[in-house]
């Protein structure tokens, strides 16, 4: 299949959001994609790759939005897909990932745990499908900018989620390459889940002991090392928001536009609902509205009785 498995998102003005800021705010939608977040793009661009290496199974790990793109990936390119998840994963993306016809093993307390059990089933036949940490993801990411110049907007600034990274990677490769040097990122992270803050706050490249948070899709120990080296960029900027303001930023967000999104796509809606003052003077704002696998209106309900 030489065809594109992603769809180029649209991209969607909100009003009610733009009010909140005094500014024109632009939302990536790429929840939308068939494998339910951004995670498609760079994964099934991988994927086809590492066919043409010669690659006959593919073999991941994931708290669920990877783990369901590899799955997706696999079946439209008539591939065997294993995918390891922690423990911490949902029964719902579980099934999902399960639908898809890949095999599921449930190994490890965190990502971290499934990703090295996942590592050990490598041999010479499969090819291992990194969640975060590869250049053909952030490739694929970087194009995000390309269909948001196509559509007419030139971004002052991106806001998106990091978890690993590879997203962060994507957008600031996609950016240098349309020079665009003058728009800045802010990259968001939940406390609890915050490895890229932990090593910038050390100015090292640690990562973080545990994942306590309700974003676990944003939940690995350590980010990629490009997404470190990135970080110390003059044009990046990276936040925490509390979980508390996630599940508050989920329900608004679901009012506003009808879409249910998870708390690692939440996050990056935080700062806009929270009037951030870094948006100060900024014109164009683009969020990448990242996904939403990882939830249901009953867990968003069970959150806001926690929480709210």
Not at 6 to 16: A, C, V
Not at 131 to 140: G, K, S
Not at 170 to 198: C, F, R, V
Request: net charge neutral; proline share 3%.
């Amino acid at each position: 299949m030489t065809k594109d498995l992603y769809i180029n998102s649209p991209l969607i003005q909100s009003r009610k959001m733009g009010k909140l800021i005094k500014s024109e705010v632009w939302l990536k939608m790429d929840f939308l994609q068939p494998s339910g977040s951004f995670k498609l793009r760079g994964i099934s661009h991988a994927c086809k790759q590492y066919i043409k290496e010669g690659a006959k199974e593919f073999i991941s790990s994931s708290g669920g939005n990877a783990g369901m793109a590899v799955a997706y990936s696999g079946r439209l390119l008539n591939t065997p897909v294993t995918v390891v998840v922690p423990e911490t994963t949902k029964k719902i993306a579980i099934n999902m990932i399960k639908d898809e016809g890949a095999n599921v093993i449930v190994n490890g307390r965190n990502w971290d745990e499934a990703h090295l059990h996942a590592k050990s089933l490598v041999n010479n036949k499969n090819k291992y499908i990194h969640p975060f940490d590869d250049p053909y993801l952030w490739e694929a990411y970087s194009w995000i900018i390309n269909e948001i110049i196509q559509d007419g907007v030139i971004p002052d600034t991106i806001v998106l989620s990091v978890g690993g990274g590879g997203l962060l990677c994507g957008i600031a490769e996609g950016l240098k390459k349309n020079n665009l040097s003058q728009t800045s990122i802010l990259a968001i992270e939940t406390k609890g889940a915050d490895s890229l803050h932990n090593a910038n706050r050390k100015n090292n490249y640690i990562g973080i002991d545990n994942i306590e948070s309700i974003a676990t899709s944003l939940g690995t120990k350590k980010v990629a090392r490009r997404a470190y080296e990135l970080s110390k960029e003059k044009n990046i900027f990276c936040e925490l928001v509390e979980d508390h303001d996630v599940v508050e930023a989920l329900d608004s967000f679901l009012n506003d536009h009808r879409v249910l999104v998870e708390p690692a796509c939440g996050a990056s809606l935080v700062p806009l609902y929270k009037k951030n003052s870094f948006f100060k003077d900024k014109n164009n704002i683009v969020v990448i509205v990242c996904g939403g696998v990882g939830i249901t209106m009953d867990q968003l309900n069970i959150w806001k009785k926690e929480y709210l």
